[in-house]
Each structure stands twice: as structure tokens, then as C-alpha cells.
């Protein structure tokens, strides 16, 4: 289980990364855009047309892979000022339960977005803006992106069963 958790640990890095490649490219695409919107090149048109649409579903794109890697770090917020206040057993449990919880939603997630994503594919629609793309292009990180983390919860509630009974110290904390 040790390697199994090591080996997800290891992509949802490499998704991370991914992640920051896009945010220098989103970057990279916002500044060309508004540097050809107010520096008149030579028969080139001002602006980027599709920089926008791009650098929107960049940022959806980072998101969704940057999220099991975040949720693994404990980057996440939290507030944990209760979880602070009661008698720590107390506090584990409501960890399980949170977690639990958490597991349940990216779960109904992953089914739902499959479901939408299918329908989109099916139903040959398309998202038609500056650029013309098939709509299930964007729908599809939704479900990949919560399979990873309801697959993250897990771990979480294995360390958690193997760790101290208390709440967790690996989180952005607000006490």
C-alpha cells in the first residue's frame, strides 16, 4: 500500500507541475495579448483573438489539476478552530466524518461529470465562441479531476486511521 500511495503521490506531482507549466503559458498568452493590443506590428492584427477563451479554460484546466495535489499537501483552507476546542478523540472523529463526506462528493462528482461529459460527447455539442471546440473537451477534467481526488480521500482516511487520534496537523490552519 506504502508503493501504491508513493506511485499517486508521484502523479499528482507531476500533475502539479503540469499545472504550473499552464500558468506560465496562460502568462505567456495574456502578456502577448496585451502587448499586440497596444504595440502596432506590422501586418499583424491588435490583440489575440482567442486569448481570453483560452486563458479561461487554462485556468479550469489548472485547477482541476492541481486540486489532489493541493488536497494532499493539507493546502486546502480550513477551519479548524472547533476541531481545536474539542477533546481530540472528538476531533478525529469529525476528521473521519469530513472526510467521509469529502470521499461521498467527489465521488457524486466523478458520476455526474461522467454523465454530462457522455451526453456532451453524444450529443456532438459544441462550445462555439472565437474558437469552435466539442464541449466535452472541457467537461471531461471534471470527472479525471475528482476520480484523483476522491482516490486522495482514501489515503487521507488511511493516514489518518494509521496516525495519532487527533485532528490533523497537516493542513493551512486558522488557530
Known sequence: MQQLDAAFARLIEGLAVLASLLLLAMLLIICGD????NIAIPGMGRGIAWANEVSEMLLYLMTMLAAPWLLRQGQHIR???????LPRFA???CEWVAD???????CWMVWYGAIVTYKSFADNAMSIKTLVTPEW????PLPVAFALLAIEM???MRRLALGERGPRDDAVSAA
Not at 137 to 140: M, V, Y
Request: hydrophobic share 65%; proline share 0%.
Open 34 to 37: 496585451v502587448f499586440t493590443r
Open 79 to 85: 477551519v479548524d478552530i472547533l476541531l481545536r476546542a
Open 91 to 93: 476531533a478525529w472523529c
Open 100 to 106: 467521509l463526506f469529502g470521499f461521498v462528493c467527489c
Open 137 to 140: 473537451w472541457s467537461l471531461a
Open 154 to 156: 482514501l489515503f487521507r
